[in-house]
């Protein structure tokens, strides 16, 4: 299963980055391999709007069934809703503690975003 995870770095050593439209990076991970691919999210980073459904769309692109952050926006949400990609919020720590809680079911799929937009 492939799931994406914001990150602030580029590898699994890194912090979950609490934002995700605007995260630094996102990694999207192999859970059975732990291969992974980096999306460099410095052009949704520094955009005026519409970061959150820019990176919902790359993550969808990689083939993420699940995203795993810190904060996720309404519009956000929705893309990634429409997408058909779980999310899962309130996520800290490095990126490879975030794949290890997640393949051992500590985490609960969100209803709903949990912040406002442009954070």
């Given at each position: 299963m492939k799931i994406a995870i914001t990150s602030t770095g580029r590898d699994l050593s890194a912090e979950v980055d609490p934002r995700f439209g605007r995260a630094a990076y996102i990694l999207v991970v192999d859970t059975d391999t732990l291969d992974f691919d980096v999306i460099d999210n410095a052009e949704n980073k520094n955009s005026f709007k519409g970061a959150g459904i820019q990176a919902g769309a790359?993550?969808?692109?990689?083939?993420?069934?699940?995203?795993?952050?810190?904060?996720?926006?309404?519009?956000?949400?929705?893309?990634?809703?429409?997408?058909?990609?779980?999310?899962?919020?309130?996520?800290?720590?490095?990126?490879?503690?975030?794949?290890?809680?997640?393949?051992?079911?500590?985490?609960?799929?969100?209803?709903?975003?949990?912040?406002?937009?442009?954070?």
């Open positions: 790359a993550v969808s692109d990689k083939g993420a069934t699940v995203l795993l952050t810190g904060f996720c926006g309404p519009n956000a949400f929705k893309t990634l809703d429409a997408a058909q990609i779980k999310v899962v919020n309130d996520v800290s720590g490095t990126v490879l503690s975030a794949v290890n809680r997640f393949k051992q079911g500590e985490y609960e799929f969100s209803a709903a975003p949990n912040t406002e937009g442009h954070w």
